[in-house]
């Protein structure tokens, strides 16, 4: 059984639906501590922002359930199911994250390039960054078997991650500056764009994840 967490944050119904097209296995959207462990694979979804999202997880109680799920099953973090990952985000001041890889999620408009206006310096490029954009493959991974380096992605998002260990990173994408937009460590999975979205290359990924041992020979340390 796969399960899609359900924390409030995120298109549940087009994440569950794609993962229903690719897989034989029964997918079940919930919050349920129980449901969540007993899955065989979990996929942690979300949108909107990092605050609102620890906010959600911390009223139902599932930061420590979606750890220990994340210890020893396949695990999909996809958007800001990604972000907060990371230790801190510069989102609203600053946001502490969930904290399992060291690194920071860092907003576009204060790292992308930019351009004098009449009185302020304004993006060159649009934030959020909106639509379709490459992902270049880092390293091998089981999730990008039948996915060319460069493949099409799409992207709905104003913040990036930036994780201290470069091992860490296995797809990255260029939007005025180069970002990891995919990272992994031993079961654990994470992507920016949207698989659910994404066309054949996105079910590809999706299709991957559900057929995946959760093995990998990359970054090896535990989460923390």
């Excluded at 399992?100 to 390039?113: E, L, R, S």
């Excluded at 990255?172 to 990891?180: E, F, K, R, S, V």
């Excluded at 996105?202 to 959760?214: A, E």
Aim: charged residues 20%; glycine residues 8%.
């Amino acid at each position: 059984m796969i399960v899609v967490v359900d924390y409030g944050m995120g298109n549940l119904r087009s994440v569950t639906k794609a993962l229903e097209h690719v897989s034989d296995e029964p997918v079940l959207v919930s919050r349920n501590a129980d449901e969540i462990l007993a899955a065989d694979r979990v996929v942690f979804p979300g949108q909107g922002a990092a605050r609102d999202c620890m906010k959600e997880l911390q009223k139902y109680q599932l930061v420590d359930v979606i750890r220990t799920a994340a210890a020893s099953k396949p695990f999909l973090g996809i958007c800001m199911g990604m972000q907060v990952l990371m230790q801190h985000s510069e989102e609203n001041e600053g946001i502490d994250c969930l904290g399992w890889y060291q690194g920071q999620v860092k907003a576009f408009k204060n790292n992308i390039p930019t351009q004098q206006t009449v009185n302020k310096q304004q993006s060159v490029l649009k934030i959020p960054q909106m639509g379709w954009n490459k992902i270049e493959h880092k390293n091998a991974h089981p999730l990008w078997q039948g996915i060319e380096s460069g493949s099409r992605f799409y992207f709905v998002h104003s913040y990036y991650v930036a994780p201290k260990d470069s091992a860490l990173i296995t797809g990255q994408t260029n939007y005025g500056i180069d970002y990891a937009s995919a990272i992994a460590k031993d079961n654990i999975f994470a992507i920016q764009a949207h698989p659910e979205k994404s066309a054949e290359d996105g079910l590809q990924l999706l299709k991957n994840f559900t057929q995946w041992d959760g093995q990998w020979d990359g970054a090896k340390e535990n989460i923390q």
